[in-house]
């Protein structure tokens, strides 16, 4: 009887955790994905373009886990999202006038890889010097950019040289089991998304259009 009692008493809890989950709002969801960010975790979460692997931009040991989850070289320098331009220039030296004229005229996620990065992670920034940044201006991703008041890294979540996951239901089990927290917002959509364009610009202004 007491093995009963103790079986019905672990359900309830679960039901109980479930329903929680259920009912996350969009703040409770962000306020934990910023205390895994704080300590140096692994989050999934949506973005303004496919579902991404994120982390602390600034963490060297948080970037390793990223690289290790997508078993991708880490000479392959990653995209981080920012919440603003005034957030952006924090990561690079000098940002040329026409990345301002691209980024304001552009009709779609845009990434642009810049020279000269500077504070973040060493094994994020690519052999050249040069880092990728997005500026996210979509609801969940650009709060949580702000809330962290960091740049996040944000990598498609899939196993490099698989296909991206669009949403949620399209993310593997390995990655799903190998972050420290997976964001409940829009767990539910189902629709097409696409990976963001991505521009190289020098710091002479010449601009190379590297994806569409």
Same mark, same amino acid.
């Given at each position: 009887?007491?093995?009963?009692?103790?079986?019905?008493?672990?359900?309830?809890?679960?039901?109980?955790?479930?329903?929680?989950?259920?009912?996350?709002?969009?703040?409770?969801?962000?306020?934990?994905?910023?205390?895994?960010?704080?300590? #140096?975790?692994?989050? %999934?979460?949506? @973005?303004?373009?496919?579902?991404?692997?994120?982390?602390?931009a600034?963490?060297? *040991? /948080?970037?390793?886990?990223?690289?290790?989850?997508?078993?991708?070289?880490?000479?392959?320098?990653l995209?981080?999202?920012v919440?603003?331009?005034?957030r952006?220039?924090?990561?690079?030296?000098n940002?040329?006038?026409?990345?301002?004229?691209?980024?304001?005229?552009?009709?779609?996620p845009?990434?642009?890889?810049?020279?000269?990065?500077?504070?973040?992670?060493?094994?994020l920034?690519?052999?050249? #010097?040069?880092?990728? %940044?997005?500026? @996210?201006?979509?609801?969940?991703?650009?709060?949580?950019?702000?809330?962290?008041? *960091? /740049?996040?890294?944000?990598?498609?979540?899939?196993?490099?040289?698989?296909?991206?996951?669009?949403?949620?239901?399209?993310?593997?089990?390995?990655?799903?089991?190998?972050?420290?927290?997976?964001?409940?917002?829009r767990?539910?959509e189902?629709?097409p998304?696409?990976p963001?364009s991505?521009?190289?610009?020098?710091?002479d202004?010449?601009?190379?259009?590297?994806?569409?």
């Amino acid at each position: 009887m007491k093995i009963l009692i103790n079986i019905c008493e672990n359900i309830k809890d679960l039901l109980s955790l479930r329903n929680i989950v259920r009912d996350m709002t969009q703040e409770e969801d962000i306020k934990n994905a910023v205390k895994v960010l704080r300590k #140096g975790g692994v989050i %999934l979460y949506p @973005t303004d373009t496919v579902w991404g692997i994120g982390c602390d931009a600034t963490n060297a *040991k /948080a970037v390793a886990k990223v690289y290790d989850i997508k078993h991708r070289d880490d000479s392959k320098a990653l995209i981080c999202l920012v919440d603003s331009d005034a957030r952006l220039q924090r990561y690079v030296r000098n940002v040329p006038a026409v990345a301002w004229e691209l980024l304001d005229a552009a009709i779609k996620p845009t990434t642009v890889i810049l020279d000269d990065a500077t504070n973040l992670a060493p094994n994020l920034i690519a052999e050249d #010097g040069s880092i990728a %940044l997005r500026i @996210t201006k979509e609801t969940f991703s650009h709060e949580l950019c702000y809330r962290f008041q *960091k /740049a996040i890294v944000s990598t498609s979540a899939n196993i490099s040289g698989e296909p991206a996951a669009q949403n949620y239901r399209d993310i593997s089990e390995e990655i799903l089991n190998s972050v420290d927290y997976v964001c409940w917002s829009r767990r539910q959509e189902h629709k097409p998304h696409t990976p963001s364009s991505i521009i190289r610009l020098k710091p002479d202004g010449e601009v190379t259009i590297i994806r569409k």
